[in-house]
């Protein structure tokens, strides 16, 4: 699988595939990440991640109130909100990767995959233009409710476009899938 299909598998399952509850969850966490004021995250402990991803990840090692759950924590706040924004983005990248590569796309269905790979690119491109919209940490103290209320809602219409405009392809690749497939796209990190 070339490079290019990759990170567009990336994207499409991060955003479309993985799981719905993944894909809300990215969103409330770019609001309250948006919604944040100086020298706060937007999430405290716990908050912001998906808990689907908790359990997983407990699973895989205790993360969830673990010693790796606080280092990403901690990482996570070191960065700026343009940083965890881009993040955020990366980490969608990366579970779209894993489910393309688990999924194993036959000849027929890439085609689907490459349709449904052009408009998660341009979403995403979108959503990373927003990322380097947010004001560094030191200057949101001069933001008022509505500016953040503003940037929330920014956010939210971003995200609700690009889902509304992936829907479509998203549905074709669905459909196009083996039960096994879509046994893996329905419940991507399940043993």
Known sequence: MNKSLLAGAAL????????????????QDQLQLAQAGPGQSGMGPGEGMDPQMGDRM???????????H?????????????QRCEERLARRAG???YLV????????????WDKLN????????RERQLCATLKPADQRGQE??????????????????GL????????????ALTPEQKAIADRPFRR
């Open 12 to 27: 499409l399952v991060g955003a479309a595939i993985a799981a719905p509850a993944a894909v809300s969850s990215a969103a």
């Open 58 to 68: 407990g699973r895989m090692g205790g993360m969830r109130g673990g010693w790796m």
């Open 70 to 82: 606080d280092r990403m924590m901690r990482r996570m706040m070191q960065m700026s909100p343009q």
């Open 95 to 97: 579970v779209a990767a």
């Open 101 to 112: 590569a688990k999924l194993n796309l036959n000849d027929q269905q890439k085609p689907l």
């Open 118 to 125: 052009t408009v998660l690119q341009a979403n995403a491109g």
């Open 144 to 161: 008022t409710l509505l500016d953040r209320v503003n940037r929330r809602e920014q956010f939210l219409s971003a995200r609700l476009q």
């Open 164 to 175: 509304q405009q992936a829907k479509p392809a998203l549905e074709q690749l669905y459909n």
